[in-house]
């Protein structure tokens, strides 16, 4: 049963690095399940404090994923417009495949800027600011992923 178990565990990893960059797979909470799957087993022995850490930290990085395209468009000029358009386009994208989890954020970030009023180089400024964002989560995904699959290995090992 635990070579079972293990198996599933490392195909949560792998599935979870895989759900990091495509869209509609919750990649960090599927590794997350891994290392759970792994602790059923004898071989695995995480405290619970190291089980409890990394349940906030995939919580927070899967915040971030949504909120950090947001963040990009105000660091890269964006108006409050352009904000509420790139987090309206983070979940109108996810009804579009992953080109829409891509574009979504950017479109609606300049959208937002355009009904402002702002001049289309400013828009598309913002709009570059909310995909740079979009990179910076699916990043920190795939560290956080990796992360956790060398504590799976090393646990084993």
Known sequence: MDIFLLIL?????????????????????IAYAGLWIAQATDRVDFSWQFLLIWGIVVVVVS???????????????????????????????????????????????????????????????????SFVGLLFGTILKLICCGLMFTALIQAIW
């Open 9 to 29: 565990a490392f195909l949560c990893m792998l599935i979870g690095i895989i759900g990091c960059i495509v869209p509609g797979l919750p990649g960090t909470p």
């Open 63 to 129: 915040v971030l994923d949504y909120v950090v395209p947001a963040w990009g468009t105000k660091r890269y000029g964006g108006s409050k417009w352009g904000v509420w358009g790139s987090m309206i386009g983070v979940f109108v994208g996810l009804f579009f495949g992953a080109v829409g989890v891509i574009l979504g954020p950017l479109v609606g970030a300049v959208l937002g800027e355009l009904l402002s009023g702002k001049e289309l180089t400013n828009a598309l400024k913002a709009g570059w600011g």
